[in-house]
Structures are given as C-alpha cells and as structure tokens.
C-alpha cells in the first residue's frame, strides 16, 4: 500500500502528462465522444480507426494550412491524443476515481495536487474535462466528482461550462457556486455535501431541516429536485429560486432523486430500500388547482 504522499506525487505525475497538451483539442473529444454516443470512453480510444477518424476532426480546425503544416499538426495531434489517453487510463485505475478526495484523509494529497497545478490552464480545463465526461462514462463518475470538487476549491470560473447531464457522487461540494452561464440540465449529484445550495448568484435555497443528500435538475432546467435527511423531497423553481412543492409522508431518508427523460416522472430512492415514482403531472395539476395540499 503506497503512503499518502508516494500517491500524491503518482497523481501529480499523471496530470503532468496534459501540462503541454492544446487545451483546444477537449471541446473537440467532447463534443465526439457525444455525437457517437460513447459510453465506453477507453474502449472507444482503444479502437486505432475511432483515434484516426480524432486525429481528423481536430485537423479539420485548422483554417488554410499547407500539406506540410498539417503533417507537422497531425504529428502534434496525434502526441496530445496520445498523451490524453494514457492519463484517462491511469487515472480509471487510480485511487483518484475510486476514493472520495474530498474527505480528511485525502486532504493533505488533495492540497499538495492543488498546489501543483493552479498555474497551469491545460491541467484546469482537463479536470472540467473529466467532470463532463461523467454524463457521457459511469467509469469515470468519481474522478469527475473529485474533479469538480477540486475546482471548486480552487474557486475556479466555471460560467459557460456545459455540465448537462452530469454525474457527482460522493463528494463535498461545499462553497460551490452554480452561476448564471452555466448549462446544468439534467445534472444528477447524489450524497454530496452542501453548506447552501446557490443556484445563480441570488438565489439561495432553504428549507430542508438536515441534510440533502441528493439533487437533480429536470430535463428542461427549469426545476430542481432536493432530497434528503428529513424525509422530505423539495421542488424548486431554478429561476426565482421559490418552492414548487414539499413532497412529505416519506417514512425513511432519501438517498437519491432522479428525473425521467421527459420530466414527467421523478423517482426517489429511500434509506429503508424503497423506491417511489412520482408523477409531476398530476401534481402539479392539483397545486395549480389547489385540490390538495402537499
């Protein structure tokens, strides 16, 4: 077993392998990994014609360039793809996506790796990298939310972000800021840990009487879902920041909260195993109406 700072200076070293990459290229793996569905992101780097089929995307960015220009920029390309794949494998098998680093234990890792890499704006938009890759591989959910994490500790800008459909698990997100810019539609975070929870700059969201446990964000962005340790599931507005509605007469914890793909349904998970499906119609057809009280 590796002492903390032996595994510090590992995971220090693996993000060193991305300090030199064209931090331009993400945009590009981001935006091919969604368009061809990927969920299996090794697997598909894994395949010589997927990293050729790369190599031509990222090529064809290049505006007017001569034969012996692109050459030169495919021997780059292909360097900094390389360079991309072999820290995603490292990192896959790393107690960096297995581990929650935001705990006490990890801390002093955790700031060592902060310290090494705050200067360096490659290494900072790979890590938004891995925190976007959790919608697209369940693999990388934990390097992704420890990623988040450590953004938000290093208070890094994170407007004009596209987060849809993100994944955050088991981590603290304590101080973070969800400001207006950023895109957040589908986003899922289960059993993080909140001080507030903000969403843009003004409006923050009381109620609960312990702790949340779970948030998601409709399919639509318009309404957010919180659940958690007082047996209740909230409903908020996102724009206004109001309550929609305060779903009760849950006997157990919720653990998680879901959006179905439409937004018509939200499931809850409970401590006591359970699972209920609420249908969002209906109720806010008798809220609307005011045929019954929630």
């Keep these: 077993m590796k002492a903390p700072f032996q595994e510090e200076e590992a995971l220090a070293d693996i993000f060193g392998h991305i300090k030199d990459v064209d931090d331009q290229m993400f945009g590009v793996i981001l935006e091919k990994l969604r368009n ?5 992101i090794i697997g598909y780097f894994s395949d010589n014609w997927n990293q050729s089929q790369l190599e031509q995307c990222i090529i064809k960015k290049g505006v007017d360039i001569t034969q012996a220009d692109k050459e030169q920029k495919l021997s780059v390309v292909r360097n900094d793809i390389k360079q991309i794949i072999k820290v995603l494998r490292k990192l896959k098998d790393h107690d960096f996506n297995k581990l929650d680093y935001s705990s006490e234990v990890k801390e002093e890792s955790k700031q060592s790796l902060i310290n090494s890499i705050q200067d360096n704006r490659r290494i900072i938009h790979f890590l938004q990298l891995l925190v976007q890759l959790t919608s697209i591989d369940e693999t990388f959910i934990q390097g992704g939310s420890n990623s988040l994490h450590i953004l938000v500790k290093m208070k890094v800008d994170l407007r004009n972000n596209n987060f849809e459909n993100i994944k955050i698990y088991n981590t603290s997100l304590i101080g ?26 003004l409006n923050q969201l009381h109620s609960h009487n312990d702790y949340i446990r779970s948030v998601c964000f409709s399919p639509d962005g318009n309404t957010l879902a919180s659940g958690g340790s007082d047996c209740s599931i909230r ?35 409970s401590d006591n195993g359970s699972v209920l499906l609420w249908n969002l119609i209906i109720l806010f057809f008798q809220i609307y109406n005011r045929k019954v009280i929630i």
Excluded: H, M, Y
């Design 36 to 40: 061809e569905k990927v969920q299996d």
């Design 176 to 201: 973070a800021n969800f400001v207006s810019g950023i895109n957040v539609n589908g986003a899922l975070l289960l059993n993080c840990k909140w001080t507030d929870l903000k969403i843009l700059e």
């Design 235 to 269: 409903l908020w507005d996102v724009k206004t920041g109001q309550q929609k509605a305060k779903l009760e007469r849950i006997t157990s914890n919720i653990s998680s909260v879901c959006f179905s793909p439409d937004g018509n349904t939200l499931a809850s998970g």
